[in-house]
T-cell receptor
């Protein structure tokens, strides 16, 4: 099977701090990888994605690099803002692309304090 | 453009009953997926429909079923409810269901409580 592991938190940081949320996956082959974000009161939305080794996804100042050798897709941001407070989910397809369901991590609750 | 709409938002049922949840996808989206979210297991894939056909199914018992109509709206049904079915049920739509090229758009979910 496939599983995605990420720190669950809550992770509490001060504004302008550096953020890293670790994510590792077990799917074989070349799964597509995603980070989804859920802001308070809203549905999950795609933050960024990557489909092959060494690809870097980026959006809203967040970045994540597809590391095949360590089966990881860690999320980073250089300077977080209060508005980044949300729950972040790492996800992967089972293998490759296609219409298979996504496997999600359990989510990391991020709290940014002013 | 309207987002993914799920109804009802909240539902309370008794063990042994059945329940039907509804999802209206974004206009033009033909793929609808369902996920169950619980504190213990996180988000788990239930099934995916495209053009009224179930294409993929997760590892859930047969009590969980779904269907998709010609207008792409989807329903999921849970029969013989158990306490463990209490969860947030999320619906997601996309143009093709190809997760990479056609990202999922999620609704706000239906919160089901089984007593």
């Amino acid at each position: 099977g496939n599983s995605v592991t990420q720190m669950e938190g809550p992770v509490t940081l001060s504004e302008e701090a550096f953020l890293t949320i670790n994510c590792t996956y077990t799917a074989t082959g070349y799964p597509s990888l995603f980070w989804y974000v859920q802001y308070p009161g809203e549905g999950l939305q795609l933050l960024l994605k990557a489909t092959k080794a060494d690809d870097k996804g980026s959006n809203k100042g967040f970045e994540a690099t597809y590391r095949k050798e360590t089966t990881s897709f860690h999320l980073e941001k250089g300077s977080v803002q209060v508005s980044d407070s949300a729950v972040y989910f790492c996800a992967s397809t089972y293998s490759g692309g296609g219409a298979d369901g996504l496997t999600f991590g359990k989510g990391t609750h991020l709290i940014i304090q002013p | 453009k309207a987002g993914v709409t799920q109804t009802p938002r909240y539902l309370i049922k008794t063990r042994g009953q059945q329940v039907t949840l509804s999802c209206s996808p974004i206009s033009g989206h033909r793929s609808v997926s369902w996920y169950q979210q619980t504190p213990g297991q996180g988000l788990q894939f239930l099934f995916e429909y495209f053009s009224e056909t179930q294409r993929n199914k997760g590892n859930f018992p047969g009590r969980f079923s779904g269907r998709q109509f010609s207008n792409s709206r989807s329903e999921m049904n849970v029969s013989t409810l158990e306490l463990g079915d209490s969860a947030l049920y999320l619906c997601a739509s996309s143009f093709t269901g190809d997760s990479y090229n056609s990202p999922l758009h999620f609704g706000n979910g239906t919160r089901l409580t089984v007593t």
